[in-house]
């Protein structure tokens, strides 16, 4: 919602019953949502997000960390690492609450970005539970305001039951986990349409933690007008299937 000056968002951490590709499962969610809420600001605001924690008994992991602790990162910001902002040195027991503020005036347009938590021993496992939502620096560029537009979220998953399957040993930590089911926007083998020579905009995040995605569209070219570090000069047409990587490289628009 639009607050004095800026932008304010309310997120409760919590455990949500989703259908992932007909199959109800116990999934990680911000308000409930697979993915979680997309958050839209402009780099004039003063973005600030209320975190309630209410993952509870969830046990410890492998590693003997608390799973129930979480906190907040937003992935990419220009913004400070202390204090109430992107702090993650900030840890919330279930039940907790933190009011988090982030000042986006050295943050570029035009960028997509994302948020996911970042507990120490914990974050692997939360992030690929389901914590993750995008984080969009909006630009008003006329150039680009005509084109239609879509966010396309790639995360994908595996489940032990209706469980997201745990991790298990410690190379899953090192090396994170693929799964078997791929989404975009927490569907599977969505429709998008377009008409005939029809140029539309997508931004396109990649919320797995370790899958790489190539991407390509059958008899069309791409042409890559930003990245997470904000707009390019102009449009660069890329060879396909792109290359799409996990963390650390996590976005682009075209």
């Given at each position: 919602m639009e607050a004095a000056g800026g932008v304010e968002v309310d997120l409760e951490a919590r455990v949500t019953s989703v259908m992932?590709?007909?199959?109800?499962?116990?999934l990680l969610t911000y308000n409930g949502g697979y993915p979680g809420p997309t958050i839209l600001v402009k780099n004039t605001d003063l973005l600030k997000i209320?975190?309630?924690?209410?993952?509870?008994?969830l046990g410890t992991n492998i590693l003997g960390h608390d799973r129930d602790i979480t906190n907040l990162h937003t992935h990419g910001l220009h913004v400070s690492p202390e204090g109430n902002s992107?702090?993650?040195?900030?840890?919330?027991?279930?039940?907790?609450?933190?009011?988090?503020?982030?000042?986006?005036s050295k943050q570029a347009a035009g960028t997509l970005n994302f948020y996911h938590p970042h507990i120490h021993g914990s974050v692997a496992e939360q992030y690929w539970g389901g914590l993750a939502g995008a984080l969009i620096v909006e630009d008003d560029l006329p150039v680009l305001s005509g084109y239609e537009?879509?966010?396309?979220?790639?995360?994908?998953?595996?489940?032990?039951?209706?469980?997201?399957?745990?991790y298990a040993s410690t190379m899953d930590f090192m090396h994170g986990k693929e799964g078997n089911t791929v989404?975009?926007?927490?569907?599977?083998?969505?429709?998008?349409?377009?008409?005939?020579?029809?140029?539309?905009?997508?931004r396109i995040l990649n919320a797995s933690n370790a899958r790489f995605y190539m991407l390509s569209l059958e008899g069309h070219t791409l042409s890559v007008v930003g990245t997470e570090g904000g707009l390019l000069d102009k449009p660069y047409p890329v060879p396909l299937p792109l290359p799409f990587c996990s963390l650390p490289c996590k976005s682009k628009i075209f």
């Open positions: 992932v590709n007909g199959t109800a499962a116990n209320n975190l309630t924690n209410s993952l509870s008994m992107d702090n993650v040195m900030q840890m919330l027991m279930s039940g907790d609450s933190f009011a988090y503020e982030y000042d986006l537009t879509h966010l396309m979220i790639l995360k994908d998953i595996a489940l032990s039951g209706a469980d997201p399957e745990p989404m975009v926007n927490g569907q599977v083998n969505p429709v998008l349409s377009i008409r005939p020579g029809q140029v539309q905009r997508w």
